[in-house]
């Protein structure tokens, strides 16, 4: 099974399929590192917003590598897509006001809504390949500040061997976990003589799987809970169903 994540993410993904006796590869086919340039500005001025919201784990990392140990008098409310990024909050013993039902944006914005108005300051920690759906939605309730804290980029060189190993048919299963690896993934085989009839595509929510298909990859495996635990699973079923 083909893991795609980001290289210092990968490991949990290849465990978890590990555990279901799944041979991991991993092939990270992006890289993720902190933005090259800093808002000097809201390095000094970001626990004056009113809301600080946080999409994703790597958002908290390189959020915190930015500030690194700043002690503000009192922190601004914080709100996280996702168990997964609330978790990594909570480890650096930051409070978490709200998390949606749902783990994307989208879900984010609705249950932001009651609590803003539009002298409300929110600041929104991102990457610079984060989607515009959030804030879009939140700047119409809001008076939102972007921060770019980290960069997320295509890793090149995992081209050829991703082209040898589809082409030699040694991978059964490819694992999406973000657009930006679907978007890495297109980019690596367009032009190229491969056959995508023999593998099993998984994504890990709703938005990385429009992507895929509106990069005319198929989709076979979509949790309804979008975690790898549950992504993984599902594979595990869509594989016996089918016999593999």
């Not at 000097?40 to 959020?63: A, M």
Request: include cysteine.
């Amino acid at each position: 099974m083909l893991v795609t994540r980001e290289k210092a993410q990968a490991k949990a993904l290849s465990q978890t399929l590990e555990r279901y006796g799944a041979i991991p590869v991993e092939l990270p086919l992006i890289r993720i590192g902190r933005a090259k340039q800093a808002d000097h500005n809201l390095l000094h001025e970001w626990h004056t917003f009113d809301w600080i919201v946080f999409t994703s784990q790597n958002g908290v990392k390189y959020f915190f590598e930015a500030v690194k140990d700043a002690q503000p008098p009192a922190w601004p409310k914080v709100a996280a897509v996702g168990e997964k990024t609330a978790k990594a909050l909570q480890k650096r013993n930051v409070v978490v006001d709200l998390i949606p039902n749902e783990f994307v944006a989208e879900s984010l914005s609705e249950t932001l809504q009651p609590l803003l108005s539009t002298d409300t300051r929110v600041l929104l920690v991102k990457g610079n390949l984060a989607r515009d759906t959030l804030r879009e939605q939140l700047s119409n309730m809001a008076d939102v500040t972007d921060w770019i804290v980290y960069e997320t980029t295509m890793n090149e060189e995992a081209k050829p061997q991703l082209i040898a190993l589809l082409q030699q048919r040694m991978i059964d299963v490819v694992t999406f976990t973000s657009s930006s690896t679907v978007h890495s993934f297109a980019h690596a085989i367009a032009g190229e003589d491969i056959n995508l009839s023999f593998v099993t595509i998984a994504c890990i929510g709703p938005i990385t799987k429009q992507t895929a298909l509106d990069l005319g990859i198929p989709v076979h495996v979509c949790p309804h809970t979008y975690t790898i635990d549950a992504m993984v699973e599902e594979i595990n079923q869509y594989l016996k169903i089918r016999g593999e």
